[in-house]
């Protein structure tokens, strides 16, 4: 049976038996019908197997803003370089260099270093070898003289890469095309098409004066749209799965504040006040605005102690003070156990927590993360280790091992070891503990705590076969479309 083919079609067939390989942007240029047209054309006649789309992309390179100020003043390292230069002997002090590039002091050196360019004795700095012009820095030279960006394909991809990992010295953007040709059968096809096409039209007729006009036929086996029904995002029915399973573990769900105090952040947890993650590189903290009342004063002074005792160092009132987006939802268990003093107790709580993480594959700067404790008089690593277990089991997980690891308000302290089927190795997970009495004692809290806990984007990610947890949040309709409601 001959297909038939709507006046659309009939026009595109005709355009591209004219002349192959055109973008839809062309074959609206040439045609004269709407790009909507061509766009809902070029997808019918893919259907019917009378045309193909190949689809290509393009990646270009353009400048970031700290690329922009290496074209002006050169890359750190190269700033570094021509200060010693300028030197007699070739040499200087670190703190000399560290005044002069201030924040980029770390990267200069290593740079340099890495280059060769440099040697470092004791705590000075010396000029050596050959200083010609990096990979890196022929790119950025190259691309400040394109502002509408450069093909990837024109550059050294391995200097490409290295500039990748800079960050702000370059972005990258993609355009992508299609270009349409007739298959076989669309040649054939198109050459049956008439030379003057017409786009018919129903109009109304007059009773008095019947007109009769001719209907282009209607494929009825054409493909009728699909619907797709609204449904909730594929992560938020991982943190519902998680808490249901919580609940039916006989927990109960806590709630705190993404801003928490850094006493009830760290300090509550005896991380020390001058511990690297409390550093801003590592944590995101509220300017200018601190806490008014962190916590009753045998709290203050009871954590103060211990600070003192196991740090050997004078605890500080106004660090605790600082606001800072919480780093993790211990924050807010610890301080649930505080106030309300339970002998027994099963809690858990879900919630964004924040780290000022480069955001990759594997890392985002806000996560959701779910934590779950057990107080009681006799509980047991052993008991701990069974509730994951479970906990696991009605995950669907059935392959689960523990391993010796260290956190730093645990112990003893355990990762917990899933086996990914679709990976074929084992995936970390979790990680689980005993609270150390520096953390409970000054609280009050008189029985051991059980807790465990991690980042639910990990879980989802294992539970969809993604590999780049970016993915969960980027809105593609395809995926979210075939993600199945019910695994």
């Known amino acids: 049976m001959s297909q038939v083919l709507h006046p659309i079609e009939q026009k595109l067939l005709k355009t591209l038996l004219a002349k192959q390989n055109l973008s839809p942007e062309e074959l609206h240029e040439i045609s004269k019908l709407f790009i909507d047209q061509v766009r809902r054309g070029i997808e019918w006649l893919k259907f019917k197997n009378l045309v193909s789309v190949v689809d290509t992309e393009k990646n270009f390179v353009t400048l970031g803003k700290r690329g922009t100020e290496a074209v002006a003043k050169g890359f750190p390292e190269r700033q ?22 201030q924040n980029e002091f770390g990267p ?9 360019w440099v040697e470092i004795h004791e705590n000075r700095i010396m000029l050596k070898g050959y200083h010609d012009l990096t990979s890196e820095e022929k790119i950025i030279k ?67 004066e019947p007109e009769t006009k001719s209907v282009r036929a209607i494929d009825v086996e054409a493909a009728a749209p699909t619907v797709f029904a609204a449904k909730s995002h594929p992560l938020r029915d991982v943190i519902d799965e998680v808490r249901e399973i919580f609940v039916s573990l006989g927990f109960s769900e806590i709630i705190g504040n993404n801003v928490q105090s850094s006493f009830w952040n760290f ?65 807010v268990t610890i301080r649930e156990l505080a106030d309300k ?28 993360q779910v934590e779950g404790v057990v107080v009681g008089k006799n509980v047991t690593l052993r008991d701990l280790m069974g509730l994951q277990t479970e906990f696991y089991h009605k995950m669907g997980i059935k392959k689960i091992k523990f391993w010796p690891t260290f956190f730093p308000y645990t112990e003893p302290s355990l990762q917990s070891m899933i086996y990914n089927e679709k990976l074929g190795k084992w995936v970390e ?47 593609k309709f395809g995926w979210l479309r075939s993600v199945p409601k019910c695994q």
């Open 429 to 475: 997970l979790f990680g689980m503990g005993i609270f150390r009495p520096e953390v409970t004692k000054p609280l009050g809290i008189k029985n051991p705590v059980l807790a465990w806990g991690g980042g639910i984007e990990r879980i989802a990610m294992l539970r969809y076969g993604i590999t780049d947890v970016r993915e969960l949040y980027e809105n």
């Open 341 to 368: 003093q339970y002998d027994e107790a099963r809690l858990f709580s879900i919630g964004r927590v924040f780290r000022n993480e480069k955001l990759s594959y594997k890392h985002l700067a806000e996560f959701h």
């Open 142 to 208: 190259t691309v400040s003289k394109s502002p509408s960006g450069v093909s990837i394909d024109d550059l050294d991809k391995d200097a490409v890469e290295s500039l990748k990992k800079r960050p702000e010295f370059i972005i990258m953007s993609s355009t992508k095309s299609a270009t349409v040709s007739l298959t076989e059968t669309g040649i054939e096809t198109a050459k049956t098409v008439p030379g003057n096409i017409m786009f018919e039209t129903i109009t109304e007729t007059s009773h008095a």
């Open 267 to 331: 300090d509550a947890l005896f991380t020390p006040q001058d511990h690297p993650a409390r550093e801003m590189q590592d944590t995101f903290y509220l300017k200018d605005i601190k806490a008014k009342n962190i916590a009753n004063l045998s709290q203050i002074k009871k954590v103060s102690d211990a600070h003192k005792k196991g740090w050997n160092y004078l605890w500080q009132s106004e660090e605790a003070k600082r606001l800072v987006l919480r780093t993790h939802t211990t924050c």
């Open 108 to 116: 200069a050196i290593a740079n340099a270093k890495k280059n060769s």
């Open 80 to 101: 570094l370089i021509n200060h010693l230069r300028a030197l007699q002997g070739f040499s200087c002090e670190m703190n000399d260099v560290k005044s002069l590039l």
